[in-house]
């Protein structure tokens, strides 16, 4: 019987030999073309966060930039699928490819 894995389950069930061992989980990234950042109400990415690590931090003309707070975010991915445009993506955390 094949066993399915959940994002979550995937990101956090062990490290990755090819990864340095202080690199950590991934982070999301938001990308420019982001609803909220064109001017649209959009915050599904916020919403579908479980560690409330997505935020947005109003803008000049009543935008929004969507924020992510690298200290809650697990990289578990659950921000990805709800995106309308696919702006998120899970990058390697900063200094970890050296």
Do not use: K, N, W
Not at 46 to 57: H, K
Request: charged letters at 20%.
């Amino acid at each position: 019987m094949e066993t399915r894995l959940s994002r979550r389950a995937l990101f956090g069930r062990g490290p990755d030999p090819t990864v340095p061992p202080a690199a950590g989980p991934p982070l999301a990234v938001i990308a420019a073309h982001c609803l909220a950042e064109t001017g649209a109400y959009c915050r599904t990415c916020g919403d579908a966060c479980p560690e409330g690590a997505i935020r947005f931090l109003l803008q000049p003309r009543g935008r929004a930039r969507a924020d992510v707070d690298g200290d809650r975010c697990t990289g578990c991915g659950d921000c990805l699928a709800p995106c309308p445009v696919g702006a998120i993506q899970l990058a390697p955390r900063d200094g970890d490819s050296a």
